[in-house]
């Protein structure tokens, strides 16, 4: 059976974003991308035209192949929860735009006749955590800013079938407005100290500086998924004298403290709900998905505890993720499969040795062919380059997990102000992760044992005592770095590369950020590469088996 997934349909008024498409056949899945990679625009809401193009293309298929669509959102769940919270004018709104959307699905549909299947969206994320995890049996977490009527969602999953049993509703008595979402605070603290759109993650990165020393519990005080208390307006209303006035003015300690603040507040969340579900289902595993389980702290603030054995965080945890699970879902829903093989996070389009050469002729630049790329690779990390290395098919979801990816030494003080000023330009205080083999993690972290692997880079562990003069590029300001492990089986070339670098400088690690400038997608072809590499301070490029150096001077 061939089931296309979809998150955002022009003329949806969910306020979802990072439009994607996804692609199962046969309980396998071929691809699945997010739209921004493809048309290099940022967070792209709408019809993900270009990424449903790319799935069909990749399995060798047309839309009139196709059996069934899954969308990540069902706009009638609204109608019965939270519509008669609307105002007049807005549910009028609302009810055109349901006209739009679906006249936009079905017109997917229509070459074929597919089945069209609406997915709730917070079920849309439980199934693309829980079907694509390593166990059968587990509390399912979703946290988000918005799905239809609610911000959170815990299920049980059990023998493939995944049964709701608790929720947390922003839509509730007399307004539909989500100032009770968990997610959407976190984006309200963040705007409040002018970070910047959709630049959560550089508010977790701020907390580690702070203290939490504000009074959260107005805010955000989850203590349970029945006892609960949210209000990100009080934001302002509470701490409206210290808010940042402007991106340019300066990062006071009252700015760190109250990020720290709100970290700490979310972290009790995700340790409160995870016992709660717990003590609920008796189940020690865990599922997470949703853009708030991108927040690495509270990830492994979670599985610290001792009623956690085991956490799988599907890499694309945000709303482009939320594709993957629609179809994830109409898969398990068409009696298709329950779950899926998901060996790596390594969906989206690539470019062939001879493609990169084409390119590479056509833009007349100076290359060579390597025969032993890796072990190349690693000479110009011990030697302090800073290297854009493009390997292989992208990956999914937020973070540069190997192959669109600037490798640097993180042995080297300073490289890490180096790149974020040279390359990344963006705030030189933004921590930078580092990708080792996953056999030698619990050398260099504590906690990275009990994780066994932390493949998605969506865990944070303390550098050990030991080593953390050694690694000053890669260890944040309170000792913490967000890891990604790395084995031969997930990603080959990755792995011999970090081997290499073992040989070349002591330590199987590199320092691992997105390939990509300020306010641009991460890099998903060749060209994009080839641009990228020009127009920004990286030394080296290594295009599949091909070398570009830069000469300086």
């Not at 199934?127 to 995890?133: D, G, H, L, V």
């Not at 815990?154 to 509730?172: C, N, Q």
């Not at 007349?364 to 032993?372: F, G, L």
């Not at 504590?446 to 003069?469: C, D, I």
């Amino acid at each position: 059976m061939k089931i296309l997934g979809i998150n955002q349909v022009t003329g949806l008024l969910s306020g979802m974003h990072d439009s994607s498409a996804a692609l199962i056949i046969d309980g396998k899945i071929i691809a699945t991308v997010e739209e921004e990679r493809l048309n290099r625009q940022r967070h792209h809401k709408g019809t993900p035209h270009r990424a449903i193009a790319y799935c069909l293309k990749e399995a060798g298929i047309s839309l009139k192949d196709l059996d069934a669509i899954a969308v990540s959102y069902n706009p009638y769940a609204f109608l019965t929860r939270g519509f008669f919270f609307l105002s007049l004018w807005d549910m009028i709104a609302y009810i055109a735009n349901i006209f739009v959307f679906e006249r936009a699905v079905r017109r997917l549909a229509k070459p074929s006749g597919a089945k069209i299947l609406y997915v709730d969206h917070h079920l849309a994320h439980g199934a693309s955590a829980y079907r694509c995890a390593p166990f059968r049996d587990a509390n399912v977490i979703t946290l988000d800013g918005a799905g239809e009527t609610e911000c959170g969602a815990l299920f049980e999953g059990r023998d493939g079938s995944l049964r709701r049993i608790a929720t947390i509703p922003f839509a509730f008595r007399t307004d539909a407005r989500p100032w009770r979402s968990i997610g959407k605070t976190y984006t309200q603290v963040t705007t409040f100290l002018k970070l910047g759109s959709n630049a959560e993650g550089k508010t977790m990165g701020l907390a580690s500086y702070g203290k939490p020393r504000f009074d959260f519990s107005r805010i955000l005080n989850v203590k349970s998924w029945s006892d609960w208390f949210i209000d990100r307006r009080n934001v302002s209303r509470l701490y409206g004298a210290h808010e940042r006035a402007n991106e340019t003015a300066p990062i006071t300690d009252e700015h760190k403290d109250i990020a720290a603040s709100l970290q700490a507040a979310l972290e009790e969340a995700f340790v409160n709900l995870g016992r709660d579900a717990y003590q609920k289902t008796g189940l020690r595993n865990f599922a997470l998905a949703g853009g708030v389980a991108l927040n690495c702290n509270g990830n492994s603030r979670l599985l610290a505890e001792e009623f956690c054995d085991a956490i799988f965080i599907q890499p694309a945890a945000n709303d482009g993720g939320a594709s993957l699970g629609a179809a994830l879902e109409a898969m398990h829903r068409l009696g298709d499969a329950d779950f899926v093989e998901f060996p790596n996070a390594y969906w989206g389009p690539s470019d062939s040795d001879a493609s990169i050469e084409a390119l590479l002729k056509a833009a007349k630049v100076p290359y060579r062919r390597s025969d032993a790329v890796a072990k190349d690779t690693a000479a110009f990390i011990r030697d302090g380059k800073i290297v854009g290395w493009f390997q292989g098919r992208s990956e999914i979801g937020p973070r540069a997990l190997g192959n669109r990816s600037i490798l640097a030494n993180p042995q080297i003080a300073g490289m890490n102000n180096r790149i974020n000023e040279d390359v990344k330009h963006r705030e030189v205080w933004r921590p930078f992760a580092p990708s080792l083999t996953v056999e030698a993690a619990a050398q260099y972290f504590e906690g990275a044992e009990k994780a066994k692997e932390s493949p998605y880079m969506l865990h944070t562990f303390y550098v050990r005592e030991k080593y953390r003069t050694s690694f000053p590029a890669i260890t944040h300001i309170d000792g913490s770095a967000r890891i990604q492990t790395v084995s031969k089986a997930q990603n080959p070339i990755f792995y011999e590369l970090l081997s290499e670098v073992q040989k070349a400088t002591g330590h199987p690690m590199v320092l691992n950020t997105s390939f990509n400038d300020k306010g641009e997608p991460i890099v998903c072809s060749a060209f994009d590469a080839l641009r990228c590499f020009y127009s920004t301070g990286i030394d080296v490029l290594v295009l599949g088996n091909y070398i570009l150096e830069k000469t300086h001077g």
